[in-house]
Nanobody, 123 residues
Framework: QLQLVESGGGLVQPGGSLRLSCAASGVTLAYHVIGWFRQAPGKEREGVSC???????YYADSVKGRFTIFRDNAKNTVSLQMNSLKPEDTAVYYCAAVALGRCIVVADRYDYWGQGTQVTVSS
């Protein structure tokens, strides 16, 4: 059973940066498509970014140019570097994994989910 654990959330001022990490135990993430999603209070879950096993990436328009997704296969993690953060980026961020398929941020495509980490952007 693949278990995902997110870390790196917190409180940051507008314009600041955070790096979220998604770690797994027992399974090699390099062979999985990994997606990052977020959900703000009162809003639907939103796909933010994903990375395929061959390194292909996707970014939602709302984060393009500010967020970067990347793998560290030695650490068996996938991270989301978030720069130039805005108050509207405030949400619980989740990582998710699926063994097969292409990089697409559709929540129903993912089989495994982490518990989420809170990101708050506020002055």
């Amino acid at each position: 059973q693949l278990q995902l654990v997110e870390s790196g959330g917190g409180l940051v001022q507008p314009g600041g940066s955070l790096r979220l990490s998604c770690a797994a135990s027992g399974v090699t993430l390099a062979y999985h498509v990994i997606g990052w999603f977020r959900q703000a209070p009162g809003k639907e879950r939103e796909g933010v970014s994903c990375i395929s096993s061959d390194g292909g990436t996707y970014y939602a328009d709302s984060v393009k140019g500010r967020f970067t997704i990347f793998r560290d296969n030695a650490k068996n993690t996938v991270s989301l570097q978030m720069n130039s953060l805005k108050p509207e980026d405030t949400a619980v961020y989740y990582c998710a994994a699926v063994a097969l398929g292409r990089c697409i941020v559709v929540a129903d495509r993912y089989d495994y989910w982490g518990q989420g980490t809170q990101v708050t952007v506020s002055s």
